[in-house]
């Protein structure tokens, strides 16, 4: 027996194949799933007045109805979200191990618990966004022009500077776990990088900052579903005995 087939790493039965087309298709569309929704979210979160408005626009504002938004966005939207991420780390480690069998536990952890990091600050952001909202259109409440400004500029805050830091970590282990299970190419590697090194190096609280995230998991879902074609396209091995 030689040493290949004593620890099981031997050529692929065909049944390994499917579990890779699986794993391949089910991670390509959860994180363009993800990617839709956040960004979605993201638009109507948005919509908040700024810091800058005066008293009277942000009175307007809670006044016109469009607070809304910022509540189906908060309690709808973004939830859903969160789901379909935590839903996409798991099947990106699934994705990894059916693909090579090999597997670097230290990082595929720090890259889970960034992920889970990233999203408990993405509902907490939310949460500070939506919490004028609610009290208006739930609770019947006035609207303190201070505490409409400090919510937002609030939620930047939690998802812009702390939140982006975690995704950061989570493209650099993603792009490096997939780049050692030889499974994404070496561009995508150092152009996540970059990335990465954006959203944790960048001083700013402006939203466009946020937007590169789920941009690069739409590039990521991307090349897995160009994988999956390729994996269609490979001869099936034979496995009867010579």
């Known amino acids: 027996m030689d040493e290949d087939a004593r620890y099981g790493h031997g050529d692929p039965a065909p049944n390994d194949?499917?579990?890779?087309?699986?794993?391949t298709r089910l991670t390509s569309l959860l994180g363009i799933a993800f990617?839709?929704?956040?960004?979605?979210?993201?638009?109507?979160?948005t919509r908040t007045p700024s810091a800058r408005s005066t008293d009277q626009e942000l009175m307007a504002f809670y006044a016109s109805g469009e607070q809304r938004w910022i509540l189906i966005s908060?309690?709808?939207?973004?939830?859903?979200?969160?789901?379909?991420?935590?839903?996409?780390?798991?099947?990106?480690?699934?994705?990894?191990?059916?693909?090579?069998?090999?597997?670097?536990?230290?990082?595929?952890?720090v890259q889970m618990l960034s992920g889970v990091g990233f999203i408990t600050l993405a509902f907490a952001a939310a949460g500070a966004t939506t919490i004028v909202a609610s009290s208006v259109e739930l609770a019947n409440l006035p609207v303190d022009p201070t505490v409409a400004r400090q919510f937002p500029l609030y939620s930047r805050t939690l998802l812009i500077i702390f939140g982006m830091r975690m995704a950061a970590i989570f493209v650099t282990t993603t792009a490096k776990l997939g780049h050692e299970a030889q499974l994404l190419p070496r561009w995508f590697l150092f152009g996540s990088y970059g990335v990465a090194a954006a959203l944790f190096l960048v001083p700013t609280l402006s939203v466009w900052l946020v937007v590169v995230f789920p941009l690069w998991v739409l590039a990521l879902s991307g090349i897995i579903w160009f994988h999956e074609r390729s994996i269609a396209q490979e001869p099936t091995v034979s496995t009867s005995p010579h």
């Open 74 to 109: 908060g309690l709808y939207v973004l939830p859903f979200a969160a789901v379909a991420f935590l839903w996409f780390i798991a099947s990106l480690r699934q994705w990894v191990e059916v693909s090579t069998r090999q597997l670097d536990h230290l990082l595929a952890t």
């Open 17 to 23: 194949d499917l579990a890779r087309r699986h794993a």
């Open 35 to 45: 990617a839709l929704l956040f960004l979605t979210a993201l638009a109507l979160l």
